[in-house]
């Protein structure tokens, strides 16, 4: 530390350069030592060092050597020592002062908080001004004697300007005198037409107030399905219909959640391996999954569905497509986070997951595979459930050509598990 000291190269100068002249300056009192200006003004006068708590320790040279406080424990001598540094202090203060007072060859601005009612200025700059005024005047009687007479300034016997702005009048601006007298009532029709659109405003507003932070890429396909008039044809997302005389419809939340035990096992399917043992550990896995996600009571029947859901594309030629396309499969259950397009419900991101990414072998093409576990029995049901989860694909393929800076969309397939089917969907996104 003494040496770093010793040897420590000085502050640059605080002096402007040429092409600065015309330039404000801002610098500390101790950065304009020794330099002048034409213009010099003093800011703040009033703030006095810190806060004017007292700290956890302090130290201070005394006659008998060193005195300290701790923890508001004091040596004997160290009153005698703090007397002597606030000494020390209250004397820099003045020759700081003069040193800032000093500075300016034409004007001088002295600005801050006049000293009084007890304001606690007694460690600032500000307190040494108080003798300038008359001897026999009281501390704050210049202010209430000005208050009296309706003045907010004056010049003292050495020619000094006071001015104390809290004795101002306000004043009126041109532009503000003038827009008052040109103001006028509105008719009642201006009046009922702005009550109609601030009602309208409101609802708005309320309305973008609702949207979510965060939404689901599904749920861009739900939003889409129950704006399209025939909604009550087909069920919701993963709600399968009931097939058979006398069957009842499957609860929404276990087929829900039979979708999600599904997908759990198909991103771990063995593409290279025999389909009966990557059937079985399929199922292992979906029956793992589903006791977190439904009743005891529906567990059972949650198991039969994904397994029955699992045999239908173990037996179908999806499961030879998936083999012929491992080698080319980018990811499986790929995170997606998206930037929501001013349609889109939510204002901060979509959030998904994209089920399979691959490259199409032949064509390098690259495909985005969502798998559904949809019930669906023709092919017009099909392809009308297809189209139901466009805005889906949609959000999908938007997010896989912005990742990857694709000149344009990917291929969007929907993989009908439980039918065995692939389908090509055309999408907004292309």
């Known amino acids: 530390m003494r040496h770093a000291v010793d040897h420590e190269l000085e502050a640059e100068e605080a002096r402007p350069r040429d092409a600065a002249e015309n330039a404000v300056r801002v610098m500390s009192i101790h950065k304009a030592k020794g330099l002048d200006f034409p213009h010099v003004y003093l800011l703040q006068l009033h703030k006095g060092r810190g806060s004017g708590r007292a700290a956890a320790a302090a130290v201070g040279r005394g006659e008998d050597g060193d005195e300290y406080e701790i923890l508001g424990y004091r040596t004997l001598g160290y009153d005698s020592a703090n007397e002597q540094r606030q000494r020390i202090e209250e004397a820099e203060r003045v020759r700081t002062l003069y040193v800032a007072m000093t500075r300016p060859r034409d004007r001088l601005v002295l600005v801050g908080k006049h000293p009084m009612k007890g304001d606690g200025l007694a460690q600032s700059h500000a307190l040494l001004l108080e003798p300038r005024r008359s001897e026999h005047e009281a501390p704050g009687s210049r202010m209430a004697r000005l208050a009296a007479a309706g003045e907010s300034a004056e010049r003292d016997a050495e020619g000094v300007l006071w001015r104390f702005l809290g004795l101002e009048p306000e004043r009126v601006r041109p532009s503000q005198a003038q827009a008052t007298s040109a103001l006028r009532w509105p008719s009642p029709e201006e009046v009922s037409a702005q009550s109609l659109a601030l009602v309208e405003r409101g609802a708005e507003a309320r309305r973008q107030a609702a949207r979510p932070r965060s939404q689901a890429a599904s749920a861009l396909s739900h939003e889409a399905t129950r704006d399209r ?95 012929t396309i491992a080698p080319h499969v980018v990811a499986r259950e790929l995170p997606v986070l998206l930037r929501p397009r001013a349609e889109d419900a939510a204002v901060g991101h979509v959030v998904g997951a994209i089920d399979l990414l691959y490259r199409e072998p032949k064509t390098q093409e690259w495909v985005v595979a969502d798998y559904k576990t949809d019930a669906v029995a023709t092919d017009a049901e099909m392809r009308e459930r297809a189209g139901h989860y466009a805005s889906q694909g949609g959000a999908y393929l938007r997010a896989v050509r912005e990742a990857l800076d694709l000149p344009g969309p990917p291929r969007f397939e929907l993989w009908f598990l439980a039918r065995g089917e692939c389908l090509t969907v055309p999408t907004a996104a292309e």
């Open 229 to 323: 008039a025939h909604t009550g044809r087909f069920p919701e997302p993963g709600e399968a219909r009931a097939t058979g005389p006398g069957a009842s419809p499957r609860d929404p939340s276990r087929a829900a959640a039979v979708g999600t035990a599904v997908h759990a096992a198909l991103e771990r399917w063995d593409a290279a391996g025999a389909p009966e043992a990557a059937l079985a550990e399929a199922v292992r896995r979906a029956a793992g999954v589903l006791p977190a996600l439904v009743s005891e009571t529906e567990l059972s029947s949650a198991v039969a569905d994904a397994r029955r859901v699992l045999a239908s594309f173990a037996d179908s030629p999806l499961v030879a497509r998936l083999r």
